[in-house]
């Protein structure tokens, strides 16, 4: 079974700091996804990796940056937290376009 | 535009009772169709998907979805509900113009209680 996981399930950050989210797949999958998941707005993409140090911005990529030194791994950065961007944060991986993506269990943040 | 519109916030159904969650798309050209579903406190699971062939999909758990191309909608469906079923159900569509990223546009999200 694939499995994606996420470093944190629950995460409490004051506003100006930097947060990071990390994301682990096993499946050596090329894509990983950084979404947000709140209520009534179904999930919003953030940042896209298709490869190593390959990203692309998603639709809502402002106040967010990622990093992907490995295959496995893909981290989302909050250089400054703003009560804005609490959220549920979901990791994403998937082999190609047509697949399925395989989510990571989330990361509930709260930024006060 | 392409969008995904899941109709209903809310489905109640009663146990052992068929159920339909609905969704609608607009895409240019042949659409990539998913649906995934996210009990509480936990990641979606996927649990179907049509790229092309037969209308009607057949997924995890029981579930179903059918595609209509005229009616531009892609509903998921269960023969009879169970109280396990109650979840937050999410429909979505690749995006066709997105190049490498293949994302998927998601609808809102439609949550399903099955009463016992």
């Known amino acids: 079974d694939v499995k994606v996981t996420q470093s944190s399930r629950y995460l409490v950050k004051r506003t100006g700091e930097k947060v990071f989210l990390e994301c682990v797949q096993d499946?050596?999958?090329?894509?990983m996804f950084w979404y947000r998941q709140d209520p009534g707005l179904g999930l919003r993409l953030i940042y896209f990796?298709?490869?190593?140090?390959?990203?692309e911005k998603g639709d809502i990529p402002e106040g967010y940056s990622v990093s992907r030194e490995k295959k496995e791994r893909f981290s989302l950065i909050l250089e400054s937290a703003s009560t804005n961007q609490t959220s549920m944060y979901l990791c994403?991986?998937?082999?190609?376009?047509?697949?399925?993506?395989?989510f990571g269990p989330g990361t509930r943040l709260t930024v006060t | 535009a392409q969008s995904v519109a899941q109709p209903e916030d809310q489905v109640n159904v009663a146990e052992g009772n068929p159920l339909t969650v609905k969704c609608t798309y607009s895409v240019s050209g042949n659409p990539y169709l998913f649906w995934y579903v996210q009990y509480p406190n936990r990641g979606l699971q996927f649990l179907l998907k049509?790229?092309?062939?037969?209308?009607l999909v057949k997924g995890s758990y029981g579930f179903e979805a059918e595609f209509n191309k005229s009616q531009t909608s892609f509903h998921l469906k269960k023969p009879s509900a169970l109280v396990s079923d109650s979840a937050l159900y999410f429909c979505?569509?690749?995006?066709?113009?997105?190049?490498?990223?293949?994302?998927?546009?998601f609808g809102q999200g439609t949550t399903l209680q099955v009463k016992p």
């Open positions: 979505a569509v690749r995006d066709r113009g997105s190049g490498n990223t293949g994302k998927l546009i």
């Open positions: 049509y790229i092309t062939g037969d209308n």
């Open positions: 994403a991986s998937r082999t190609g376009t047509l697949d399925e993506q395989y």
């Open positions: 990796s298709y490869d190593v140090k390959m990203k």
């Open positions: 499946m050596d999958h090329e894509n």
